[in-house]
């Protein structure tokens, strides 16, 4: 197993070089295999290519055997992924199903935050996404099912995403009305009101803003 949501870590536990650290997490992140020129151009752009293609052979010597597999001119990680069972809980709450307390822990968490490859980017945006997306809607399903422990714990994981997202904080905030709890309402709307005024200069939308004020009764919102 590797993991690569949140820090890189791999079981059995393998002590790795820089290189072959960047190189399973660029095979980790790929659909499929890599041909081998591909590779060494990515994690090695400031070199000319036959640098690059010396880089990847130490590399590949380097590496502990059995992680990655070879086809021809073609390289791919031979090792179960977090990612990919973070990806398939995140698709499932897309699809109204309930996440679990691990299943939530797991998409709390980006790839491999302060990696900040070019060719590492992109799937990272992706997943933060992916993941957001999946959190508000297991917010959501979770507190119309009365689980509002687990309701909270993915809106808040949401809110750490993205603070600024109106309707993860929406989601959030109506999981702790239905709770009961129109204290940590209320603070979640202050706090997203600020954040949206200091970052944007603007104030969040008044439609969520009278449905609080209709719930939370004489409790007065800055």
């Known amino acids: 197993m590797l993991g690569i949501v949140g820090s890189m870590g791999m079981h059995p536990i393998a002590r790795l070089s820089i290189p072959v ?3 399973f997490v660029l095979l980790a992140i790929s659909n499929g295999p890599v041909e081998r020129a591909l590779a060494a151009a990515r994690l090695w752009p400031d070199r000319t290519d036959q640098v690059a293609r010396s880089n990847l052979r130490r590399t590949l ?10 086809n021809g001119d073609d390289l791919a990680l031979d090792a179960d992924l977090d990612l990919t069972e973070a990806r398939a809980s995140a698709l499932r709450a897309i699809s109204g199903a309930q996440l679990d307390f691990e299943e939530i822990t797991a998409l709390s968490e980006d790839i491999l935050p302060g990696w900040h490859e070019e060719w590492l980017i992109p799937m990272q945006e992706s997943f933060r996404l ?6 508000e809607t297991a917010c959501r399903t979770l507190s119309e099912d009365g689980q509002y422990a687990l309701a909270i714990q993915a809106g808040a994981a949401a809110v750490t995403a993205e603070p600024l997202n109106e309707s993860v904080a929406e989601a959030l905030i109506l999981a702790h009305l239905a709770q009961r709890n129109r204290f940590q309402a209320v603070q979640c709307y202050r706090a997203l009101a600020a954040r949206l005024v200091q970052e944007l200069g603007v104030a969040p939308d008044p439609q969520l ?5 209709a719930m939370v009764g004489a409790l007065h919102i800055h």
Do not use: D, K, M, N
């Open 21 to 23: 650290r960047r190189l």
């Open 61 to 70: 010597f380097q590496a502990p055997a059995g992680w990655i597999r070879s």
């Open 130 to 135: 992916l993941r957001v997306q999946a959190l």
């Open 209 to 213: 803003r009278r449905r609080l004020e």
